[in-house]
């Protein structure tokens, strides 16, 4: 069984495609609190952890376990209300629906119990955070690509109640200042409230930044773990991945 | 919305059921006749726009709804005895019933694989209708008492009206509740919304069966109202017409529908003796609306609405910043 300080837990999970075995008997642990680097080559498993980890597509084999309860094979609405929530490496959002109404109906479905006021405030002082003001009467779809990405994790933080945080690649396309304004906002909601975050990013500056502790995958394992100094030591990482640039970085 | 806006807005649609409900006083029989089958098609447009405007299941089988409504109201009242407010009610349930199956069923299928499934359950239906000689009388028609001793048909108009206001209320006030927004989310991104704890197989197969519900209500009264059941309302043709209603009327507004029901239903009756023509003319006009402005003719009003009389764009921006003040 899992321990109850733990956030996330996997037993061997393992995603087959075919024949192709794109997530191979991982087993994770990501610390309750704790912001989580996951990085690895293109085509590693990064996203379809994500996807297993999230309820969006259904494990071959293994288990998975949020705040200890097994959570394998639930459906990902049931999941994102025990207080997962995640964004897609390519934005998903309502694009019929203005900004403003994309927030809203999150704010709807992750917190039912709130009053209308609270929930428009806390959607217009999202709208404020990621500069979408100008745009949050217009259609989603209209946005750029940057601000899709904005909205996507914006509307994750509708929820207040939300404990884990999958992130993929969210800050691609953002602009430097509004990227520093999200990884404040990550810090904070990880330090006042306590909220775990995975975050899958390219960027080693970022992970640098943010994170705690780092998973490197290739080929759908685990082929290191640990804090970025320790995994930048590691040869198979820098041979695997990494490259130099690591090096340079830390 | 500002109360004095308010205010006219009720002033309006109230003056606007009040002209309507007066209608039947000044009207030739001929001209109520048509309102009645304009109300029948205003009821199965929005519903069918609640389903594949809202939610986004594209399906091809709200007709049969129609006729599964109409057909079973009226062999409930004539193999039954039922009387006919209780078998239209009962005919109601099953045919929402049936939705909640048909969109169970259909539920993980993609646009395309979903229109042919719901298609070839329409035509599925019409085929029973056919071979269930002894019980459906077949192609030779069911012939369905009357609500009424008279054949005027005052009486339905005014029970049309009342009808069509029911679902154009209800659909009203869900859409712009959170149930509505819940709908118009799944029909964007599916896996978006269930990723932000929205139950997309409840809305998906809510959607169905309140969108059926709807249909078999409007049939089964239309049934008694035109007294004779054939399978040929059964035919693709029926949908089409459908299709089109909201299409040019524009899909996924509210409006919309109304608006392209009246319109067809309206062009249909005064172009009668082109018979099938008519669908042709529809079909290229349908064309032309997807190739330049696809939102459809109420979209098109607004904006030259709001061209022409500029308060009125100031207007429209103030009602849609509050449309969900709620
Ligand atoms: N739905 C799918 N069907 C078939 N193969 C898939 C599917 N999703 C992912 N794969 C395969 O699984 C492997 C891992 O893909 P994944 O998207 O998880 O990589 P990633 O680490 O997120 O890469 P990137 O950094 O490019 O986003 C790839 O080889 C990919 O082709
Ligand atoms: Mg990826």
Redesign the interface.
Known sequence: MTTVTSALTTHALTRQFGGLVAVADVSLTIDRGEIHGLIGPNGAGKTTLLNLLSGTIPPTKGDIFLFGQRITGRPPHEIARQGLLRTFQIPRFFGQLSVRDNLLVAGYALNPGWSHRRRVERAEALIHLTTLERVASLPAKQLSGGQQALLQIATCLMSERAQVYLLDEPFAGVNPLIKDIIMRLIREENRARGVTFVIVSHEMAVIRQLTHRVTVMGGGRIIAQGTLDEIARNDLVIRSYLGSSVKELV | MRLQQRIWYVALVAAAVGVAAAIPWRASDYFVHVSVSVLYYVILASSWNLLAGYTGPFSLAHHAFAAFGGYTAALLVLRLAVPSIAAILVAAMLTAGVGLVLGFATLRMRAIYLAIATWAFAETFRLVIVAAYPITRGSVGLIVPPLFATRDPRPYYWIFLALSLLTLGAIWLLIRS?YG??L??V???E???????????RWKIFGFALSSLLAGVAGACYGFYVSVLSPETIEFYEMGKIIVMVIIGGI?TFFGPVLGALIVQGLSEYFREFGQLRMLFFGVAVIILMRTYRQGSVALIRQLWARFYPPAKRLALRL??SQ???
């Open positions: 959170r927004l819940y118009q989310a029909r964007d991104d896996v978006r919304a269930e990723s932000l704890g929205i139950d997309t197989t996924g849609r910043a969900r003040a709620n």
